[in-house]
């Protein structure tokens, strides 16, 4: 038996999934139906929910490092002019 979910969506992120649904030749129902199957036979979300970092923003371990590196650089080509 089928049963009717109502939800809301941003309508943007709505229009998107409706583009690439069709591309897919596929309805939006669909695309859900196979999200809730696969949530259902995984159990919780069917892909992996974690925080990423932003792309091209270094985190403060990579800035840290950078500079250190930098530095020592610095310091190499000061050693080397004062000889």
Do not use: H, W
Request: charged share 25%; net charge negative; proline share 4%.
């Amino acid at each position: 038996m089928d049963a009717n979910m109502t939800f809301r969506i941003d309508a943007d992120v709505k229009a998107q999934m409706s583009a690439i649904c069709k591309e897919l030749g596929m309805t939006t129902s669909t695309a859900f139906n196979l999200f809730a199957n696969a949530f259902v036979r995984a159990k919780g979300m069917p892909f992996p929910i974690k925080i990423q970092e932003a792309e091209g923003v270094p985190t403060r371990a990579q800035m840290l490092a950078d500079a250190d590196t930098v530095l020592e650089q610095f310091a190499e080509d000061y050693r080397r002019m004062a000889e």
